[in-house]
Structure formats: structure tokens, C-alpha cells
């Protein structure tokens, strides 16, 4: 792992560019680290974990091993999925990982997180490989694998690319949310199963699954954490 300090404004974003374009080739891909979390891993170069190809269907099934129910079965807010999982992952069909306009989200992003995290280079070939890279995870119940298999399937089928690891968060762009009712009931599904915290970053409210669907929609940005 190669890490730097953070770069100026101007030029952080340009270098997260640069090397987020040339990933896939170089088999190097940036991530920018919170300061907890440099001091977490140490500033040790990881022992690198292979990333195996994974398919759309792996992360499907992670996510209902996960997939606690939204509510208790007697729980009057009339939820859906809430003794199972949904049966399909929307956008199954689509890659958008590589898209033009996912990398401009992701920097775009880098611009705003540059000034208060570290700029690092692993070795991992995208974004979502970066908690593999890392040996990260946030719990005992989730596997570093098993995170960047289902971050996999998110580039893949929202442009959402991990841009930002903090010692118990992770921060997504999304450069093609989820807009429509069904879209997003069952993308909210796969984030509660992902990451249980219901709390609201903003309000401090506890969401309902549709109360967390409203608040995804056409949201470019992702955010996980856990206490």
C-alpha cells in the first residue's frame, strides 16, 4: 500500500482521477482513507487477498444470509420483505462500473473528501476489491470478501464505487441511483442487509424500510456505518 498525505484541493482529484482511470491496468486502484483508519492498518503494506471473479447471484446470496428482516412480523408499518429477502437484484442486466460518468461521480467526490483523508494506493483492481485489499471489515459477521463481493455488484448495476473507508464507514458515489418505487424498496433491502443501522445521519430518526427507500432515491451518495 502506498499512501500520501492529503493532497491539495486541486490536485487530489486529479491524481484520484488518474489512477482510478488506469485501475484496471496497473492492478493499483486509489481509495482515500480516513486518519483512524491509516492508524488502524498501521501504515503497513496489507497482505494482499485474492479477489475471485464474482457473479451478481454470489452477492445475492451473501446479502440474504445477512438479511435480518426489516421488522418483526407483528410490526404495524406494513413493510415489505419482511420474512424474506426480495427474490431478484434489480439492474441484474447492466455494468456501469466502467461508465465515463461513474468515474466523474467518484472524483467529483474525491473532491470533497480530499481535504480531510489520505490518499492511498492498494493493490486491487477496483474500487470495491479496496476492503479485500484492506483486510477491512466492520464486523465479525462480514467478511472483507464478502463486502467487495457484494461492492462488486453495486458498481456494476448503480455506478456506485467505493471512494472513502473510514475505520467503521464507507462512503459510496452512486453515479446512477435507484429512482423508482420498486428500484428502490428492494435497494434499501440489500443496504439494511448490508449494514443494519436504520439510523438517519441527518436527523437521528430510525427509518422504516420505506422510510429509508424515500431517502435513496436519486441519492448520489452512499453511506454506511457501523457502531
Known amino acids: 500500500m502506498t499512501t500520501t498525505a492529503p493532497p491539495t484541493a486541486d490536485l487530489g482529484p486529479v491524481l484520484y482521477d488518474g489512477l482510478l482511470d488506469s485501475a484496471r491496468r496497473s492492478r493499483r486502484c486509489p481509495v482515500w482513507l480516513a486518519p483512524a483508519t491509516l492508524e488502524r492498518i498501521g501504515r503497513r503494506a496489507p497482505r494482499p487477498i485474492p479477489v ?3 457473479v451478481r447471484t454470489g452477492a445475492r446470496q451473501i446479502l440474504t444470509d445477512w438479511w435480518p428482516g426489516p421488522c418483526p412480523l407483528r410490526c404495524g408499518c406494513r413493510d415489505p420483505f419482511v420474512g424474506a429477502f426480495p427474490p431478484r437484484l434489480v439492474r441484474a442486466g447492466s455494468d456501469r462500473s ?3 460518468g461513474t468515474r466523474r461521480a467518484a472524483v467529483g467526490f474525491a473532491a470533497e473528501v480530499g481535504s480531510w483523508s489520505s490518499l492511498a494506493v492498494l493493490d486491487a483492481v477496483r474500487p470495491a476489491d479496496v476492503p479485500a485489499a484492506l483486510g477491512w471489515a466492520a464486523d465479525a459477521e462480514r467478511d472483507p470478501l464478502a463486502v467487495a463481493t457484494v461492492l462488486r455488484s453495486w458498481e456494476s448495476r ?10 467503521t464507514a464507507l462512503l ?3 453515479a446512477d441511483p435507484p429512482v423508482t418505487d ?6 434499501a433491502a440489500e443496504h439494511l442487509a448490508f449494514c443494519p443501522d436504520r439510523t438517519d445521519p441527518w436527523t437521528g430518526a430510525e427509518h422504516t424500510l420505506r422510510s429509508y427507500a424515500d431517502s435513496i432515491r436519486g441519492a448520489r451518495r452512499w453511506r454506511f456505518r457501523w457502531d
Open 182 to 187: 420498486d428500484e428502490c424498496l428492494h435497494v
Open 158 to 167: 448503480f455506478g456506485a464505487l467505493l471512494v472513502h473507508v473510514g475505520e
Open 52 to 54: 475471485p471473479t464474482v
Open 98 to 100: 466502467t461508465f465515463r
Open 172 to 174: 459510496l458515489s452512486v
